[in-house]
């Protein structure tokens, strides 16, 4: 059950559930450099410096309980929020709780690690280990290996323009077609099975990240990048490389990132995928930072650029063109030439950001463990919900 969490500097307020603090501490700023002196003509006082975006509201799902995946359904004025609990459906105006499923309500397994939205108003949770469960108005369906699913183990969606519908697995992507109700796999097609993220483009193209590098569908034409075409950055630090992965065999793992403590190097290993407004690909890696691509060629930015860290598990876009970056060391916004790091001095409930999503307002929502975070510019805290 998800509950508010108490603010740093007040006591906890008599509200119901999924009640909110707001966070009154923002992210330090640099002092802006002295501006001369105004002709004596001029009285304009000088521009004051854009605002900065800051933690807003945190949210509390429970101690030791992830949040692995957000949704926003504009229609509904809906945030969904996968957990390794179960799944809620929170209202983005008055943040109270609308719905919360588990195995009990229909949920094939409560660790919900993807969720998408179709155009026909289904809910898709991907689960791990218990397939794919649907959800509308009331009705589930469940899909299994059996039903023609890849894997047990889900962990993203896609839409295509005709509707077709794409499903992320541990053992390649499945493409579901609305018409038919039938699943077509692919496997050999994909640079690696492993598929832990899809973006479609504007052109319809249909972009994977996985395990072993990035999988672009064309058409009928399959094109892939890896770190040896300059995707993911070198390892300049000498980070121990990733055993912790099931590139080339069907061993099961978990996503742990540490390897005596210390962070983990796997270039070609893609956590997160983002088609920007441009159409450009933005994809975080397992300690190679953040890789944009063109179309043409990789650009890589990591700490020294001023990323948080080098592992990168989500990745959204704000309305301002701002790119954000869910890391192991707190969450990185990038606006093309600066950067502005929150982290858990600023009020993120947790450093490791597994998944970032931005609601219909240009507020972004940070998903880690033991809840949700709220981040956008400094507000009253009513007026945020009009």
């Given amino acids: 059950m ?34 001369p002196a105004a002709p004596p003509q001029s009285s304009a006082p000088a521009p004051a410096p854009a605002p900065s975006p800051r933690v807003l509201e945190t949210f509390n799902v ?19 929020v996968g ?29 919900v690690f993807a969720i998408g939205l179709d155009r026909d108003g289904n809910k898709w949770f991907g689960t791990n280990a218990g397939g794919v469960s649907r959800y509308r ?13 890849a894997d047990y183990w889900i962990y993203s969606f896609g839409e295509q323009a005709d509707g077709s519908y794409w499903i992320g697995t541990w053992a390649g992507v499945n493409r579901y077609d609305p018409q038919s109700g039938e699943f077509t796999t692919y496997v050999e097609e994909l640079v690696n099975e492993w598929v832990y993220a899809i973006g479609i483009d504007s052109k319809d193209r249909v972009w994977f990240g996985t395990e072993g ?4 569908l064309d058409g009928s034409t399959w094109s892939e990048w890896t770190h040896a075409d300059g995707m993911g950055a070198g390892n300049p630090l000498k ?42 690909i933005w994809v975080g890696t397992w300690g190679a930072g953040v890789s944009h691509f063109d179309g043409e060629k990789w650009h ?9 860290g080098n592992i990168v598990y989500s990745i959204a876009q704000t309305p301002d063109g701002a790119f954000w970056f869910g890391t192991h060391r707190g969450l990185s916004r990038y606006d093309g030439t600066n950067w502005q790091t929150i982290d858990r001095r600023d009020g993120l409930l947790e450093n490791n950001v597994y998944t970032l999503m931005v609601d219909p307002r240009g507020d972004l929502w940070a998903g880690t463990l033991g809840g949700v975070t709220r981040i956008g510019l400094a507000e009253d805290a009513t007026a945020s919900r009009q």
């Fill in 62 to 80: 429970g101690q030791g309980v992830y949040v692995r995946s957000l949704a926003v359904e504009p229609s509904r004025d809906a945030l969904w």
């Fill in 83 to 111: 957990t390794s609990a179960g799944v809620h459906e929170i209202d983005l105006t008055t943040r109270e709780p609308r719905n919360t499923f588990t195995r009990e309500h229909g949920l094939a397994n409560e660790y």
């Fill in 213 to 216: 590098g990035v999988s672009m």
């Fill in 137 to 149: 108005d009331g009705e589930w369906q469940v899909y299994f290996p059996m039903h023609g699913l």
């Fill in 300 to 308: 890589n930015l990591t700490e020294a650029d001023g990323l948080a």
């Fill in 239 to 280: 980070l121990p490389a990733s055993d912790n992965t099931g590139l080339g065999t069907r061993r099961r793992h978990d996503l742990g990132i540490l390897s005596g403590g210390q962070a983990t190097y796997n270039p070609n290993y893609v956590f997160s995928l983002h088609v920007a407004n441009d159409d450009s």
């Fill in 2 to 35: 998800i509950q508010p969490v108490d603010t740093p500097r007040g006591p906890v307020l008599p509200i119901l559930l999924l009640s909110v603090g707001l966070l009154l501490a923002g992210c330090s700023e640099s002092t802006p450099p002295a501006q």
